[in-house]
T-cell receptor, first 117, second 114 residues
Framework: AQSVAQPEDQVNVAEGNPLTVKCTYSVSGNPYLFWYVQYPNRGLQFLLKYITGDNLVKGSYGFEAEFNKSQTSFHLKKPSALVSDSALYFCAVRDPNSGAGSYQLTFGKGTKLSVIP | KAGVTQTPRYLIKTRGQQVTLSCSPISGHRSVSWYQQTPGQGLQFLFEYFSETQRNKGNFPGRFSGRQFSNSRSEMNVSTLELGDSALYLC?????????????FGPGTRLTVL
């Protein structure tokens, strides 16, 4: 079975500083990995994904993520945080080898990011 | 293209009642998934439909059911509501037959059970 862990419930960072939101995963084969962001009273917005290829993936709003197969991690990063980045961030995994061609995503518990002015 | 739409946005029901939530996927998307989001359990997969067939189901009781219509619109139904069913219910759609595709989420329906 696949699983995702986000070890930090909350991350606080000062505006202008780099930010990292951590994610580790467990899946039997090669994973498809995703990051989503959720603002209050909104659905989830897609940020970026790793499917294959270059381990550094660039996404929306200046976010990027680094896939590390040996550490089974997919940490989300941004060089300079903005107050508007404050939101709830979810890491998710899909196992393409799970059979039945399902699009099901398994999510982490989420990390609340607070960017302090 | 219009995004995923969900109706209604908010619902208040009492225990024992039933409720139906609706989801319209992005035009051209034939796969629709439903998730339940609660503060305690996070995001949990309910079920997934593709071309009017349930392709996958999460670990929820039989009170939770769904269906998909020929135009890809989907509904989910919860019967005999319990207090613990209070949650944000999210619908997501995906481009068919491309497993590497991201899912696009609607704004959700906030269900409160009193």
């Amino acid at each position: 079975a696949q699983s995702v862990a986000q070890p930090e419930d909350q991350v606080n960072v000062a505006e202008g500083n780099p930010l990292t939101v951590k994610c580790t995963y467990s899946v039997s084969g090669n994973p498809y990995l995703f990051w989503y962001v959720q603002y209050p009273n909104r659905g989830l917005q897609f940020l970026l994904k790793y499917i294959t290829g270059d381990n550094l993936v660039k996404g929306s709003y200046g976010f990027e993520a680094e896939f590390n197969k040996s550490q089974t991690s997919f940490h989300l990063k941004k060089p300079s945080a903005l107050v508007s980045d404050s939101a709830l961030y979810f890491c998710a995994v899909r196992d393409p080898n799970s059979g039945a061609g399902s699009y099901q995503l398994t999510f982490g518990k989420g990390t609340k990011l607070s960017v302090i002015p | 293209k219009a995004g995923v739409t969900q109706t209604p946005r908010y619902l208040i029901k009492t225990r024992g009642q039933q409720v139906t939530l609706s989801c319209s996927p992005i035009s051209g998307h034939r796969s629709v998934s439903w998730y339940q989001q609660t503060p305690g359990q996070g995001l949990q997969f309910l079920f997934e439909y593709f071309s009017e067939t349930q392709r996958n189901k999460g670990n929820f009781p039989g009170r939770f059911s769904g269906r998909q219509f020929s135009n890809s619109r989907s509904e989910m139904n919860v019967s005999t509501l319990e207090l613990g069913d209070s949650a944000l219910y999210l619908c997501a759609s995906s481009l068919e037959e491309v497993l590497s595709s991201e899912q696009f989420f609607g704004p959700g329906t906030r269900l409160t059970v009193l």
